[in-house]
Nanobody, 127 residues
Framework: VQLQAYGGGLVQAGGSLRLSCAAS????????MGWFRQAPGKDREFVAR????????YYADSVENRFTISRDNAKNRVYLQMNSLKPEDTAVYYC?????????????????????WGQGTQVTVSS
C-alpha cells in the first residue's frame, strides 16, 4: 500500500492550497481517509476525515469552515482544500487510510485507528 501526499508549499496568510493524496495497493473505496498534521515540536493532530460513504466528514475545530476534505474513488484520490490559511496551519500534512468505521469525531481523531500512512507534504504559511 502506498499513500503519496503532494500539493504543499509556501503561501501567504489568507491564501489557499489544495493537497492531494494518491492511493495505490488497496481497494480505495473500502477505506475511510484522513488528514493529519504535525508542526515542529508538537504532536501529530487530526485535521479531517471522510468516510467510505461520501458525504460523511469530520473536521477539527481549528479548521472547520476553512478546510474541505473530498474524495474521488474513480481516481483513488483524497483532497484537502485549505482556504483562509493562517500561520498556525504551518505543518507537515499526512494522509492516512482506515479500513474501519467510526461513529463520532472523537474516534476519527485517533491516529492509532489508521492502518496506512503517507510520507507527508510541507505546508508553510507566512504572516
Amino acid at each position: 500500500v502506498q499513500l503519496q501526499a503532494y500539493g504543499g508549499g509556501l503561501v501567504q496568510a489568507g491564501g489557499s492550497l489544495r493537497l492531494s493524496c494518491a492511493a495505490s495497493g488497496l481497494t480505495f473505496s473500502s477505506y475511510a481517509m484522513g488528514w493529519f498534521r504535525q508542526a515542529p515540536g508538537k504532536d501529530r493532530e487530526f485535521v479531517a476525515r471522510i468516510d467510505r460513504s461520501v458525504g460523511v466528514t469530520y473536521y477539527a475545530d481549528s479548521v472547520e469552515n476553512r478546510f474541505t476534505i473530498s474524495r474521488d474513488n474513480a481516481k483513488n484520490r483524497v483532497y484537502l482544500q485549505m482556504n483562509s490559511l493562517k500561520p498556525e496551519d504551518t505543518a507537515v500534512y499526512y494522509c492516512a487510510a482506515d479500513r474501519g468505521a467510526v461513529l463520532a469525531r472523537g474516534q476519527a481523531e485517533r491516529a492509532t485507528i489508521y492502518n496506512y500512512w503517507g510520507q507527508g507534504t510541507q505546508v508553510t504559511v507566512s504572516s
